[in-house]
């Protein structure tokens, strides 16, 4: 194995435990940053601000209604996957064509917030967001939870996976 081949394999290692790790946390409502997970640096900081800067930006491109800014977030790739109460949608055109599809307006858009995220860097090029999100919308307030599995290209973070999970409405009364 490659000594290239063999970075890629550890990290992905460290990042399906972060994963678990971090699962299992969020499981028992823990919501402090785990330093054990990784250390600090510059870098890293700044790598979690360019994250957070995506989430902010498909946030506001959300809350204006404009579905193909808020995708400027994932990766586009056959190989994006999103995954969620309907099943695994997989390749960036599908994901954009199923948001297309369940939020055909502005008003079944509603606004989207995003609450306790939590960034980790496992390695130089792979990051877990996790956090919950709510929709306000006039009839509902749906919400849930998500965990995002980000990736470092030439051309910044993207989203490669998405798994979004929304509460059903007596588990979302019971979590306030």
């Not at 394999?9 to 330093?35: K, P």
């Not at 977030?73 to 969620?84: A, E, I, M």
Request: hydrophobic share 35%; aromatic share 10%; charged share 25%.
């Amino acid at each position: 194995m490659t000594r290239s081949r063999a970075n890629k394999a550890a990290c992905s290692t460290l990042l399906l435990l972060g994963i678990f790790s971090l699962r299992y946390r969020f499981a028992a409502s823990e919501t402090r940053a785990d330093s054990a997970i990784s250390q600090t640096t510059a870098s890293d900081s700044h790598d979690e601000s360019e994250i957070r800067q995506i989430l902010n930006d498909q946030t506001a491109a959300w809350n204006r209604g404009d579905i193909d800014a808020f995708m400027n977030g994932y990766w586009k790739s056959k190989d994006t996957l999103f995954v969620g109460a309907k099943g695994v949608t997989r390749g960036w055109e599908p994901v954009l064509e199923r948001y297309h599809h369940n939020y055909p307006d502005q008003k079944a858009m509603g606004h989207l917030t995003f609450s306790n995220l939590e960034i980790h860097k496992f390695c130089a090029d792979a990051a877990l967001a996790v956090g919950n999100f709510r929709l306000d919308r006039e009839r509902d307030h749906p919400e849930g939870v998500f965990t995002l599995d980000f990736r470092g290209f030439p051309e910044g973070w993207r989203i490669v996976a998405d798994h979004t999970t929304a509460f059903s409405s007596q588990e979302a009364g019971a979590t306030h």
